[in-house]
């Protein structure tokens, strides 16, 4: 079996929560190196780029009407995701950092691995302007 086989494989039989986990921790991992970069960075867009389009996905599951987590996690997640947007647009400008988009993608990720200590309703409503 080939490597591309076996990666592919393993994908498909991982649980999904694992799955969402990696794709969070590969995205904030990249925001976090870019941490200091100047707003006008590329690498810096690209991180926001992919952390926006997942945020950006997540939101549209998460309002598909078979979506089977409770309507208050729904309900928190879709705020986040909102804050996400609003956030990311001001360090699009330069008027802000990234440090809050990285503490929701942490607390999402601490989430998917069960050990949540903080609810996505109570993350929703933090003052979104630290980090700036």
Not at 90 to 113: A, F, K, T, W, Y
């Amino acid at each position: 079996m080939s490597i591309a086989a076996y990666h592919q494989t393993i994908a498909e039989c991982d649980d999904p929560r694992k799955i969402e986990y990696r794709v969070f921790l590969r995205i904030t991992l990249a925001l976090e190196a870019n941490r200091e970069a100047d707003w006008r960075s590329a690498d810096l867009k690209d991180a926001l780029w992919r952390n926006l389009e997942l945020w950006n996905a997540l939101r549209a599951d998460l309002l598909e009407d078979g979506n089977a987590l409770p309507e208050g996690l729904r309900a928190g997640l879709v705020s986040l995701s909102f804050a996400v947007n609003r956030n990311t647009q001001r360090v699009l400008r330069g008027e802000g950092g990234i440090d809050l988009l990285i503490h929701i993608n942490r607390s999402v990720m601490q989430g998917l691995q069960g050990a949540a200590q903080q609810p996505a309703r109570e993350l929703a409503t933090e003052e979104l302007s630290y980090g700036t």
